[in-house]
C-alpha cells in the first residue's frame, strides 16, 4: 500500500501543478474564438504551433531528456554544471540550425504543412518561436531537475497569462490570428529570460566538455525517432485535413483537440510523477504484477472519465463556443482518450526499459502511427474530420494492443480477463457512437459501468482505508 500511496501522492501532485498551467489556456478559448470568429484563422494559428513542436523535437535532440540522465550520474556539483552547460551549447547550435533550415525553405514547408505558398510569414515565424522553444527547454531544465515545483507554477501561470493578455490585446485591435502569432513568440521570449536569470549561474560557455557532448548525443538521439512518433500522432492528422480538406475544417478540429485536453491534465499528473515511481520499484519482487495493477487502473480512469463525459459533449461546446466552433465537439471524445491511451502504452512500455530493450517502443508506436495515416487517407474522405479523430484513436490503441501483446509474452505484464472484457466493451461503445447507434450505446456504457463497480470497486475502497490508516 506504501508504494500505491506514492504513486497516487506524486499523481496527484503533478496533476495540481499541471491544471494550474492549463486552465488559463482553456479558460481563453472562447474569448479567442469569440475574436476569431474565421474557423481557418485559428487552424493557420495551430498550424504554427504544430510547426513548432516539429522544428523543436529536431532542434533539441533529445538532450532535454539525456541531461536529467546524466545530472544525477555525480553529485559533484561541477559536473552537473559541465552537463547543463554542454547541453546548452547543444541545442543552441542545432536550434539555430533548425531555424535557418526553416527560414530559407520557407515556401517549401508552407507547402508540405499549410498545403500553398502564400503562407511563408508562418514559417517565418514559427523558425523562431522554434529557436526560442527549444532554448527555453534547456534553460529550464536546471529547475525540473531541482524539482523546484514552486517555480514550475508560477512561471507556467505568469506566461500563460502574459501571452493571452498579450495576444487578445493584439487579436482585439486587428491583428488577427498573427497577433496570436506574435503573442506566442514575446511570451516565449519573456519566458526564455526569466528562466535564464533564474539559473544563469548553472550555465558556463567555458564548461564545454566533449566527452559529455558525446553521451549526451549517445542517449539522446535514439530517442528523436520516439519524439517525432509522438509529433506525427498529433500532427500528421491536421497536415491531411489541410490537403484533403481546408484549413477551416483544421480550424474546428484544433478547438476539438484543444478542449479534449483536458484529459492532459491526468496524462501530465501521470507522466510527471511515473518516472520516479518506476524507476524506485523496477527491483521488487512483485514489479510485474504491481505494474499490471497500475495498468489497469489507469485504464479504468480513462474509461470512466470517457463515459462520464458523453451526455455533456455538445453541451459544453454550446456553452463556450459560437457559430462553426461548435462543431469541435464532434471530434471531442475520440481526441479526449487519445492521450490516456498514450498513458497506458508508457506504462506497460516502461518494462521495456526495465530490461533495457527501448527499442520495442518505437516499433510499436510506428504500427500505431502508420495505421492512423491510412485510415486518414479513408476516413477523412468518407467522414471528414469525425473520421480523422477516429483513426487517431485507432492508431493508439493499435499501438497499446502491440506493447500489451509484447509484455506480456515477455512476462513482463499480466492483465486480467475483466479488463480484457471491459477494454472490448470500450471498444464497442467507441463504435457505437461513431455510428450513432444511441441504444446500443446506452445499452454498452450501462454494462461497462456495471463491470467497473463490481470488477474494481473493492480495490478502491481498500486504497481509501490504506491512505485514512497512513493519513
Excluded at 501522492?9 to 479558460?27: H, Q
Excluded at 463556443?321 to 498514450?342: C, I, N, Q, R
Aim: with cysteine; charged share 15%.
Amino acid at each position: 500500500m506504501g508504494r500505491f500511496r506514492l504513486f497516487i501522492e506524486n499523481f496527484l501532485a503533478y496533476g495540481f501543478i499541471n491544471i494550474l498551467n492549463k486552465i488559463v489556456p482553456l479558460l481563453m478559448l472562447p474569448i479567442v474564438t469569440r475574436l476569431l470568429p474565421d474557423t481557418s484563422e485559428f487552424g493557420r494559428f495551430d498550424l504554427f504551433n504544430m510547426i513548432i513542436n516539429f522544428g523543436s523535437s529536431f532542434a533539441i535532440l533529445g538532450v532535454y531528456d539525456a541531461m536529467f540522465r546524466e545530472y544525477f550520474e555525480k553529485d559533484e556539483m561541477q559536473y552537473k554544471m559541465k552537463v547543463t552547460s554542454t547541453g546548452m551549447q547543444i541545442v543552441l547550435l542545432s536550434s539555430f540550425v533548425v531555424m535557418v533550415v526553416l527560414i530559407l525553405f520557407n515556401k517549401a514547408f508552407s507547402q508540405i504543412f499549410i498545403g500553398d505558398t502564400d503562407s511563408t510569414f508562418i514559417i517565418v515565424c514559427a523558425a523562431i518561436g522554434v529557436f526560442l522553444a527549444a532554448n527555453r527547454n534547456i534553460i529550464s531544465a536546471p529547475t525540473r531537475m531541482q524539482n523546484r515545483r514552486t517555480i514550475y507554477v508560477v512561471s507556467g501561470l505568469s506566461n500563460s497569462i502574459a501571452y493571452y493578455g498579450i495576444a487578445v490585446l493584439l487579436v482585439y485591435i486587428g491583428f488577427g490570428y498573427q497577433g496570436l502569432i506574435y503573442g506566442n513568440l514575446i511570451a516565449s521570449l519573456g519566458i526564455l529570460l526569466f528562466f535564464w536569470g533564474f539559473n544563469r549561474r548553472e550555465f558556463h560557455f567555458k564548461l564545454y566538455d566533449k566527452e559529455i557532448a558525446r553521451t549526451l548525443l549517445k542517449i539522446g538521439l535514439p530517442l528523436l525517432p520516439v519524439f517525432i512518433i509522438y509529433w506525427a500522432f498529433n500532427s500528421t492528422d491536421k497536415i491531411m485535413i489541410t490537403h484533403m480538406l481546408d484549413v477551416a475544417q483544421v480550424g474546428i478540429y484544433s478547438i476539438g483537440a484543444r478542449v479534449a485536453s483536458i484529459s492532459q491534465f491526468i496524462y501530465q499528473a501521470f507522466a510527471g510523477g511515473w518516472q520516479y515511481f518506476a524507476f524506485s520499484t523496477m527491483r521488487d519482487d512483485d514489479q510485474v504484477g504491481l505494474i499490471s495493477k497500475i495498468f489497469e487502473y489507469l485504464g479504468v480512469i480513462s474509461f470512466l472519465a470517457f463515459i462520464v463525459l458523453l451526455p455533456f459533449n455538445q453541451w459544453i461546446f454550446n456553452l463556450l463556443f459560437a457559430g462553426d466552433y461548435t462543431k469541435g465537439a464532434e471530434v471531442f471524445p475520440y481526441l479526449f482518450l487519445s492521450p490516456l491511451l498514450l498513458m497506458l502504452f508508457q506504462t506497460a512500455g516502461n518494462q521495456f526499459l526495465v530490461i533495457r530493450k527501448s527499442y520495442w517502443s518505437p516499433i510499436c508506436l510506428s504500427v500505431g502511427v502508420l495505421v492512423n495515416i491510412i485510415m486518414n487517407f479513408f476516413m477523412i474522405k468518407a467522414y471528414g474530420i469525425v473520421g480523422c479523430s477516429l483513426s487517431t484513436l485507432t492508431g493508439y490503441a493499435v499501438s497499446v494492443l502491440i506493447v500489451v501483446i509484447v509484455t506480456s509474452r515477455m512476462k513482463l505484464l499480466k492483465l486480467s480477463k475483466k479488463f480484457g472484457l471491459l477494454s472490448v466493451l470500450m471498444g464497442c461503445i467507441t463504435l457505437s457512437l461513431f455510428f450513432k447507434l444511441y441504444w446500443p450505446l446506452v445499452i454498452l456504457i450501462l454494462f461497462a459501468m456495471g463491470l467497473i463497480v463490481i470488477g474494481y470497486g473493492n480495490d478502491v475502497l481498500k486504497l481509501l482505508k490504506g491512505f485514512k490508516k497512513k493519513g
